[in-house]
Each structure stands twice: as C-alpha cells, then as structure tokens.
C-alpha cells in the first residue's frame, strides 16, 4: 500500500469518528464574573488561558458548561501542580453564574541528580531539572543529562504550551552512543556507535468539545553522524541499513482516547493510541513507515488493589521496528526487533505502606508476553515470555515523581532485566 494512502486511510478515520455533542435544549449559561484567588506564583492570566475561559463566555446550555468545567478541572487536577485547587459555580440569575477559583501553588522546581542502573546500559549518572508550572505560566520545562558507558544523552523540552485548544511541546535531543541489535539466543549480531542531534514539535489537538480523543502531529528532523561499525554476523542486517549519515526528516502522527483518572497514586480508566510513524533517511535512501497501537486499561479494586492490563503490537510497512522489546519487561530493548509484533501484559497493583505523612509503596507483579516476527528469525522464535515485579515509591515532596525499582526475567534467554530509575508519575 503507498505511503500516500496510508497517510489518507488514517485520516479517514480521524475524521470519521464520531465527535461528543450536546442537546442544545433550554437557555445559554454565561459566565460573567471569574474570581481567582492564588496562593503561589500561578498567573491568573495563564489559568484561564489553560482553562480556555474568559469572562461572559457563553454555553448552550447549563449541562454543556458544567461538563466542560468539569473535564477542564480535572486535566488541571491530573498534573499535580498545586496542594489545593478549589472551585465554585454560583448562580445569580436564571442562565447567568460566577464562577471562583482558589488555588495554592505545590513546590514545582525539581534540581535532581540521580544515579540509576539498567541491564540495557549499566550503571547511570545524571541529573534532571524540571520545572513545572514554570515561571507561574502553567508550562513544564525540563532539561535532563544522563551518562553510562555504553550511551550519553541530552535532552530540553518545554511542554503544556496552551495554544488555543491545542497543546504543544518542543524538544530538542542529543545522543552519544551504542546502538545493538540481539537474537533470540541472546547474543548481540550487530553492534555501532553514532551520533544524533534531534528536534521535534509535537502538537496535541482535541477532537470535539472536550471530548477525551485527540488528534496529535509531530514533525521531527534529525541529523545523524559519527557511524563507527564495530561488527556484524547477522545474515540480512546490512551495513548500509544503519548508515544514515546527513539530514532526515520526519513526521508523526496518530490519535489517542485517554480517560485515565489518578485517585491518589492508583490510575482508573482506559488509554488507547494509535501511532503512524514516517521517517526518510536521506544518507542511504530508506524509509520507515510503522503503524503501532496500544490499549490500556486499569481499574481500582479496592483502596489498596488496583489491577491493569495492556495489548498492543506494530506493522513496519518499510524498515523495521528497531527497541522491540520496550513493552516486554524482562527483555532487554535491543533482543528484538522485526517488521510486525503483538504484546500482551497484565499486573497487579498492591497498595503495601502509606503513611499518615503521605509516603507510600507500592508492589507491581507482572506476566508479559510476545510475538516479534523478524527477517532473521519467526516461528517459536518469535515467542517472548516474561515475568517480574515492580516496587514503586512516592514521595510527598516529590508529588509529580516516582521512584521504580523493575526486576523482570526473560524465560526465553534465562536471564534479567533490572531497571531502577526515577520516572514521571502519568
């Protein structure tokens, strides 16, 4: 199928999905007065423009306004930028209302350095500065460094840019080092090293009135040097496959339906994507063309049990999926890769410690299973199978923040795959 097509196929069904609407019965809502009362550095002007609100805007009717408030309060909620936020609708007249806001800003700028470990890279030194709600204007920015032997990177990103009723988020990326790829006995056919410099912007717009499916597009470029090939005893991964010397653009695209509610640190809902990735590489020719999707579900059993599951998988058009393994915890990335996969994951969530002083831990089992089909290798080989555990750790201090220690076996190579690092809380 050409590229061409498959780029109109998707937006077909972009544009045919059935958007939310409202009953346009009984009298417009207005909102006439907006108080906001802040405790912190949050800019009233920066509120409303992330709420999209204004004074004397005007609802069809009372339903529309309350359900859009609602879901523009609780996206704000689901950030975790402030110890208090609060509101009120007060009606002073048929069709006419008040609405007050009262906030209190949380601490919001992270200067951390951390050292973390993976099988994939070894021992990792680094450091993270995030600012959340930055400078009071309700953007995230962040700049991160991390170094291990084996891989160097830099990354800057400023995010939650509210721009209208879309999102968007700037990145820019530098990379230094290995790039591997394995086998289903577990040993490394094909080993690089290289350099990238990336730059991406992501824009991330909502399809319908406050409806929870969005429509997202990221052109990206990158420009890639540096190759240095230290060997290859693979049977069909050519060198001139990974020499992508110069310039290469790409785009992105893709939808995504998130429901996901956080209830303290336990998640609710139902996460759905669903990506096409283009990308040239002008130094050899090739092309990538992947479509990937995932469907995630999580429900709280209890205040202290939470169970979620995940089934997803890829079709590489042109090119192949390369980091295969990143659904599979216990697999190391770079084991698999290939031209079509499917994954299928389930956990359980337990509740273990909490503290009157907000301190919590929480133990993850899980059983992850697979099926990567290669130009190298199909049939049984293809079968992945994992199973592990996660701890997880939540620090009052640190409210947007989790620390996670993973510890998965891969059935199949008799081997783990242990990760400890410190990642957001979404």
């Known amino acids: 199928m050409p590229i061409r ?25 207005v909102i006439e007065n907006i108080k906001i009362e802040i405790i912190g550095k949050t800019r009233s002007s920066a509120l409303l423009r992330e709420l999209r609100l204004h004074e004397g805007i005007t609802f069809s009717s009372e339903e529309e306004m309350l359900h859009i408030l609602s879901v523009r309060f609780q996206d704000i909620e689901k950030r975790r930028l402030y110890k208090e936020f609060e509101t009120e609708i007060v009606q002073i007249a048929p069709g006419r209302f008040n609405l007050i806001i009262k906030a209190e800003d949380a601490f919001s700028f992270y200067p951390i350095p951390f050292a973390a470990y993976s099988s994939d890279l070894g021992i990792i030194f ?18 991160m ?6 891989k160097t990177y830099i990354m800057t990103e400023i995010g939650n840019i509210a721009a209208g009723p879309m999102t968007l988020e700037v990145r820019f990326e530098q990379t230094i080092g290995l790039n591997r790829f394995g086998n289903p006995s577990g040993d490394i056919v094909l080993q690089y090293s290289g350099m990238s410099t990336a730059a991406s912007i992501l824009a991330r717009i909502p399809l319908g009135l406050e409806s929870p ?8 470029a990158a420009f890639f040097y540096h190759y240095e090939f230290e060997y290859n005893i693979s049977s069909t991964l050519e060198d001139d496959r990974f020499l992508n010397r110069g310039f290469s653009p790409g785009i992105d695209h893709g939808f995504t339906f998130d429901s996901i509610l956080k209830d303290e640190n336990f998640r609710r809902g139902i996460l759905f994507s669903f990506m096409n990735t283009n990308f040239w590489y002008t130094g050899n020719g090739r092309n990538d063309v992947l479509l ?9 059993l209890t205040d202290w049990l939470e169970i979620s599951g995940r089934i997803g998988g890829f079709y590489a058009a042109l090119g192949i999926r390369q980091n ?6 216990g697999t190391l990335d ?15 969530n337990f509740r273990v410690l909490r503290t009157s002083g907000g301190f919590e831990m929480q133990l993850r089992p899980f059983s992850d299973i697979g099926y990567i089909k290669s130009e190298e290798w199909d049939g049984r080989d293809s079968f992945e199978y994992c199973v592990g555990s996660s701890m997880i750790l939540f620090i009052p201090a640190l409210p947007s923040l989790s620390f996670n220690l993973d510890f998965g076996w891969d059935l199949k190579r008799n081997r783990p795959e242990i990760i400890i690092r410190m990642r957001p809380f979404i």
Do not use: H
Request: glycine content about 12%; overall charge negative; some cysteine.
């Open 5 to 29: 097509l498959r780029c109109i196929l998707l937006s077909l069904i972009i544009v045919s999905m059935v958007l939310p609407c409202f009953a346009q019965d009984g009298e417009p809502a």
């Open 126 to 143: 680094g450091g993270i500065l995030t600012y959340q709600n930055a400078f009071g204007t309700l953007t995230d920015q962040m700049l």
């Open 145 to 150: 460094g991390t170094w291990s032997p084996k």
């Open 213 to 220: 499916w969005f429509y997202w597009l990221q052109p990206k």
């Open 292 to 300: 990937e999707s995932d469907l995630i579900g999580l429900i709280p």
């Open 324 to 329: 295969a393994g990143d659904r599979l915890r």
């Open 334 to 348: 770079y084991m698999t890769y290939g031209t079509a996969g499917v994954y299928l994951t389930g956990q359980v």
